[in-house]
């Protein structure tokens, strides 16, 4: 039997949050929350484990081998989600078949990534996102990034960045070089990992026209807008996937402006995505103080048709963890609700305190009942007090006025 001791801890890659960091954190929720629901999204909540063909290969979301995996008493194989968007699109498709109008979803839950342990990244996080489904139009896409910067501003960060690319891009690209499957997968990585320079130093073994290379090294550029896009239109016209992805980031860049956050948005080719089920624009939020992205998004036209529902479908989901990191780096303060005024009592004078309880608490406050030990002193009360950040205290003990 495990030492006590060693029962305190927990697995690697998972933690305890609690105390202030935990309310500031409930509070970071509620208010991404509220922000989703102002655009008329509307809440849905799925299980945290599902069958495994949910994310399976054919679906494009996590590798097998980085999903926690286990079986029900039936023999199933099941697993704890590591992605909440393909629990959304098979619970739209199974219960809005028929529906043809745009969907709004909004949903906060944990996911699960059997991931390795490393710089401190989490196995366990908590997801807070939006799905917007049966929408084609650039206007959903310019929408999607518009609710994901009122959130991040609204939880209190000015200051971030959101890089937004083309899955098509990088798709138009391999398929017109003609690359072999392993050359493919290795740019994709080193594209993925940003490593530019070694992107740049594997295309020059590859017998590919100036115009495929050309529009492969634009991937390690960073665009401020989408006017910056249109020198790499000469050499995409005669690959259809490349330019109808610029062309639409084009457009995206047109109605972005409209809602005045093309401040936070800049164009990165580079950016493909880290699912392979997006068919659209991916993007990701960064700020400083964050060691991973705040969020991640993009459009998935085909994945509900996996669940047999044709529909468009586009979304994104923060990590709150990454946010509360992000802020605390800042120095930007997260205001939690007051801590309960605390009533200390005594046998004789518990029905008071009872009553002065219920009182603070119909008229919108908290309360905290602690029966008074005799070997304590109101210093150590008040000392308790002020660890918990508790500036209102009350004694109701005999001999002592009940309103310290």
Do not use: W
């Amino acid at each position: 039997m495990k030492k006590q001791q060693d029962l305190l801890h927990t697995p690697d890659g998972v933690r305890d949050i609690y105390d202030l960091e935990c309310e500031q954190k409930l509070v970071i929720e509620e208010q991404l929350f509220a922000t989703l629901r102002s655009f008329g999204y509307r809440p849905i909540e799925t299980p945290s484990f599902e069958f495994f063909d949910v994310f399976g290969k054919e679906i494009g979301t996590t590798p097998s081998r980085e999903l926690y995996k286990f079986f029900d008493r039936d023999g199933n194989t099941l697993v704890l989600r590591p992605d909440i968007t393909p629990s959304v699109a098979r619970a739209a498709a199974k219960f809005y078949m028929e529906e043809e109008n745009p969907l709004r979803f909004c949903y906060k839950g944990r996911t699960f990534l059997n991931n390795l342990s490393y710089q401190g990244r989490l196995k366990e996080s908590t997801q807070i996102g939006a799905e917007l489904l049966s929408d084609t139009s650039v206007d959903a896409d310019a929408e999607i990034l518009a609710m994901a910067v009122h959130c991040l501003k609204n939880a209190g960060i000015e200051e971030f960045q959101i890089g937004i690319g083309h899955a098509l891009y990088f798709a138009g690209l391999i398929e017109d070089a003609a690359l072999p499957e392993e050359t493919a997968e290795e740019l994709r990585e080193l594209i993925e990992n940003k490593n530019f320079f070694g992107m740049e130093a594997l295309l020059k073994d590859l017998s590919i026209s100036d115009e495929i290379r050309t529009l492969f090294l634009a991937m390690g550029e960073l665009y401020s807008d989408a006017i910056d896009l249109e020198k790499l239109l000469t050499p995409a016209a005669d690959h259809p996937k490349v330019l109808k992805a610029l062309e639409r980031l084009k457009k995206l860049d047109d109605a972005s402006r409209l809602y005045g956050i093309e401040k936070h948005l800049s164009y990165e080719l580079g950016m493909i995505g880290g699912y392979e089920y997006y068919t659209g624009i991916v993007f990701a939020g960064f700020s400083y103080g964050s060691g991973e992205p705040i969020l991640r998004g993009g459009r998935y036209d085909k994945l509900l048709s996996q669940f047999g529902k044709n529909a468009a479908a586009i979304g994104f989901a923060f990590v709150t963890d990454q946010i509360l990191s992000a802020l605390n780096r800042q120095k930007i303060p997260v205001e939690v609700q007051e801590a309960p005024t605390l009533l200390i009592y005594d046998k004789k004078h518990y029905k008071k305190a009872l009553e002065e309880a219920e009182k603070i608490r119909k008229e919108g406050g908290a309360a905290e009942l602690m029966r008074y030990d005799k070997h304590k002193t109101k210093d150590d009360y008040l000392a308790f007090a002020k660890e918990r950040r508790q500036t209102n205290i009350r004694f109701f003990i005999t001999g002592t006025e009940a309103a310290d």
